[in-house]
């Protein structure tokens, strides 16, 4: 009879020691008793507090970080050993199937980085859960900061997950947002898929490039989802659009705002 | 809901058979965690050897666990060892396990909506999930007057088709047991 004790005494343990996170309740769950929380505010306000007194803007542009947890390791490595980088954005596609252990494997990765990171909301991430996940875990799709008196917009613009509606983008939020306010010289929009994309609203593209095309001081329009760099002005109006690599492509954009212009730099890792 | 409802519906009308009818259920299993529910219960068969079983399980995720999710899983199993260690008390140390759930929830897609998507847009079903684990397990026998004949305790150690994609292509940092889901449960052997 004791070896039976033995035996439950033997597989409670084992089990307790995995710990309680490892009964999952399913990949769909948009969150369990772990799950870290507002880490886009966090990081803002980490950025927010950085003591920096230099007036330029360096910046390690990535996205699509999708299932490339070996690569987004090396990317960390490569940004650690870098000097005076203020933050890193990512610009969507966190995750590939929008589970909650993708949210969470790439932000145990991120969370190495020595700089804040501050990610938009991509397509993949609003699959079955994932824009619960994206909210419990990073916050709000729509939000706005302002640093070294650039105000960056984060939005979401994966449209086609929402049946091209005309609610996403956000227009009304996004022109609020745009406005001039005291402080802010130059506008930086983020966001994933790029308005002249079949994946965003075919009855809002013209209306979102004239939007940017009629806002002060905007610098640059940043996005991600062709997993490729794309750097050209697709309206020919003098909006600049930049679309970033995926992050397997092992190669990021280093940023450099200084003086309302954008300086760019492939760094590879 | 209307899912729910039927499933429900399917379980008591299984009950209602008479006793002497093939087609009642003979195994009972209660569930926590695993990947198919925070909690689950479900209504199998298993034949005579004990070898193999199969059931049918819902599995229920609350609020607070980042839910409402409503899941079903077919679940089969195979016990290719049945140790006696004491009288009436027999482990099963190994036994794999696979099984196929359902997500019927709102937002979750056996097929994507052609209307929405063009084709192969997405490769994967966000609705059905195919798992594959082990399970250990120690069975009781209980006394001739119990409804059961015997109840056995298991855990379990699973993982699904998304999450071995995900170990596949990173296997620098992501480990087998950085994917694997435990699961603890309770069956009982019924009459």
């Not at chain 1, 309740?25 to 803002?44: F, L, V």
């Not at chain 1, 095309?213 to 659009?241: A, W």
């Not at chain 2, 059905?128 to 209980?142: D, K, P, T, Y």
């Not at chain 2, 150690?157 to 047991?177: A, E, R, V």
């Given at each position: 009879?004791?070896?039976?004790?033995?035996?439950?005494?033997?597989?409670?343990?084992?089990?307790?020691?995995?710990?309680?996170?490892?009964?999952?309740?399913?990949?769909?769950?948009?969150?369990?008793?772990?799950?870290?929380?507002?880490?886009?505010?966090?990081?803002?306000?980490?950025?927010?507090?950085?003591?920096?007194?230099?007036?330029?803007?360096?910046?390690?542009?990535?996205?699509?970080?999708?299932?490339?947890?070996?690569?987004?390791?090396?990317?960390?490595?490569?940004?650690?050993?870098?000097?005076?980088?203020?933050?890193?954005?990512?610009?969507?596609?966190?995750?590939?199937?929008?589970?909650?252990?993708?949210?969470?494997?790439?932000?145990?990765?991120?969370?190495?980085?020595?700089?804040?990171?501050?990610?938009?909301?991509?397509?993949?991430?609003?699959?079955?859960?994932?824009?619960?996940?994206?909210?419990?875990?990073?916050?709000?799709?729509?939000?706005?900061?302002?640093?070294?008196?650039?105000?960056?917009?984060?939005?979401?613009?994966?449209?086609?997950?929402?049946?091209?509606?005309?609610?996403?983008?956000?227009?009304?939020?996004?022109?609020?947002?745009?406005?001039?306010?005291?402080?802010?010289?130059?506008?930086?929009?983020?966001?994933?898929?790029?308005?002249?994309?079949?994946?965003?609203?075919?009855?809002?593209?013209?209306?979102?490039?004239?939007?940017?095309?009629?806002?002060?001081?905007?610098?640059?329009?940043?996005?991600?989802?062709?997993?490729?760099?794309?750097?050209?002005?697709?309206?020919?109006?003098?909006?600049?659009?930049?679309?970033?690599?995926?992050?397997?492509?092992?190669?990021?954009?280093?940023?450099?705002?200084?003086?309302?212009?954008?300086?760019?730099?492939?760094?590879?890792? | 809901?209307?899912?729910?409802?039927?499933?429900?519906?399917?379980?008591?009308?299984?009950?209602?058979?008479?006793?002497?009818?093939?087609?009642?259920?003979?195994?009972?299993?209660?569930?926590?965690?695993?990947?198919?529910?925070?909690?689950?219960?479900?209504?199998?068969?298993?034949?005579?050897?004990?070898?193999?079983?199969?059931?049918?399980?819902?599995?229920?995720?609350?609020?607070?666990?980042?839910?409402?999710?409503?899941?079903?899983?077919?679940?089969?199993?195979?016990?290719?060892?049945?140790?006696?260690?004491?009288?009436?008390?027999?482990?099963?140390?190994?036994?794999?396990?696979?099984?196929?759930?359902?997500?019927?929830?709102?937002?979750?897609?056996?097929?994507?909506?052609?209307?929405?998507?063009?084709?192969?847009?997405?490769?994967?079903?966000?609705?059905?999930?195919s798992h594959i684990g082990v399970q250990s397990s120690i069975a009781f026998n209980l006394p001739q007057k119990a409804c059961a004949r015997s109840v056995s305790m298991y855990v379990e150690m699973s993982t699904n088709d998304l999450y071995i994609s995900s170990y596949l292509s990173n296997t620098k940092y992501l480990s087998l047991y950085d994917i694997s889901v435990l699961s603890a449960g309770v069956k009982l052997n019924l009459r």
């Amino acid at each position: 009879m004791k070896n039976i004790y033995y035996i439950i005494a033997f597989t409670l343990f084992i089990s307790l020691l995995a710990g309680c996170e490892k009964f999952e309740s399913s990949p769909n769950q948009a969150h369990d008793n772990n799950t870290p929380r507002h880490i886009n505010q966090r990081n803002i306000d980490k950025l927010l507090a950085r003591a920096d007194q230099d007036d330029t803007i360096r910046i390690v542009f990535t996205g699509d970080s999708q299932r490339y947890y070996d690569e987004a390791e090396l990317l960390v490595k490569k940004v650690n050993s870098m000097e005076d980088v203020d933050f890193l954005i990512v610009a969507g596609d966190l995750t590939d199937f929008g589970l909650r252990q993708e949210f969470e494997w790439i932000n145990d990765i991120f969370s190495g980085l020595t700089v804040p990171y501050i990610s938009a909301i991509g397509n993949h991430d609003v699959i079955g859960n994932g824009k619960k996940t994206f909210e419990y875990m990073f916050g709000v799709d729509n939000f706005s900061f302002v640093y070294k008196r650039t105000k960056f917009i984060f939005h979401n613009t994966n449209s086609r997950e929402y049946h091209f509606k005309g609610n996403i983008p956000d227009m009304n939020w996004l022109a609020q947002e745009c406005q001039p306010q005291p402080g802010v010289e130059y506008i930086v929009p983020v966001s994933h898929v790029p308005p002249y994309d079949g994946d965003f609203d075919k009855n809002l593209e013209q209306s979102y490039a004239q939007t940017l095309r009629n806002t002060k001081g905007l610098l640059i329009s940043l996005h991600g989802h062709h997993h490729h760099t794309n750097d050209q002005y697709p309206y020919e109006d003098g909006v600049r659009y930049l679309n970033s690599n995926a992050v397997d492509k092992r190669v990021f954009m280093l940023l450099e705002i200084y003086n309302g212009k954008v300086h760019k730099t492939p760094v590879s890792y | 809901m209307k899912k729910i409802l039927i499933v429900l519906i399917i379980i008591v009308s299984g009950f209602s058979v008479s006793a002497q009818s093939r087609l009642l259920p003979n195994l009972l299993t209660v569930q926590y965690g695993g990947g198919i529910g925070w909690m689950s219960v479900g209504l199998g068969y298993k034949n005579q050897s004990d070898k193999l079983n199969v059931s049918l399980l819902y599995g229920y995720v609350p609020p607070n666990q980042g839910g409402r999710l409503d899941i079903f899983t077919l679940k089969a199993g195979y016990n290719p060892f049945n140790i006696n260690v004491y009288k009436g008390i027999r482990w099963k140390p190994l036994n794999p396990v696979v099984f196929i759930s359902y997500t019927t929830n709102k937002y979750f897609y056996t097929s994507w909506p052609g209307s929405r998507y063009p084709d192969d847009y997405y490769w994967w079903s966000s609705a059905f999930r195919s798992h594959i684990g082990v399970q250990s397990s120690i069975a009781f026998n209980l006394p001739q007057k119990a409804c059961a004949r015997s109840v056995s305790m298991y855990v379990e150690m699973s993982t699904n088709d998304l999450y071995i994609s995900s170990y596949l292509s990173n296997t620098k940092y992501l480990s087998l047991y950085d994917i694997s889901v435990l699961s603890a449960g309770v069956k009982l052997n019924l009459r």
